[in-house]
């Protein structure tokens, strides 16, 4: 690839295994939030609301059974903005990896032409950067014969 030409996305899944992994692990932590949020706030309104008499407990039930709603609904919105989010985000880190990781293999087997071109944003720019400069260094100083 050369310098000038930009990187395009051809795909969000470049390393299947880890990134699924990476998404996984961020759903479990909204999970996690979503249940300790769901049973603080149940237990919040049933020690401000309980009053034994049962006819008086109509509004604390309904209350309760409007958070749980709110709070699943909620759940059920952020479970594909979190699969979205994370994949896109741990994309913008494995597939500068993945592209780092073959120009320095081309680099070692003596193809000192090799520059590594990310997307602008991309996650290790600078790394990539300090590559293509030491490619370039040893393309001076060992050139073709």
Known sequence: MSPETPYVRKQYLVDRAYQI???TRVFMVVLAVAVVSSLLS???IWFNMYQPDLNTQVPMISSLIAVAATLLIEL???IPIVFFLGIRQSHRIVGPINRIKRTLEAISNGDFSQRITLRQGDALEDLAKYINT???SLAR???KS
Do not use: D, G, Q
Request: net charge positive; hydrophobic share 55%.
């Open 134 to 136: 030491m490619a370039e």
């Open 21 to 23: 992994r990476f998404v």
């Open 42 to 44: 149940t237990t919040l």
């Open 76 to 78: 059920l919105l952020a």
């Open 141 to 143: 100083r060992y050139p």
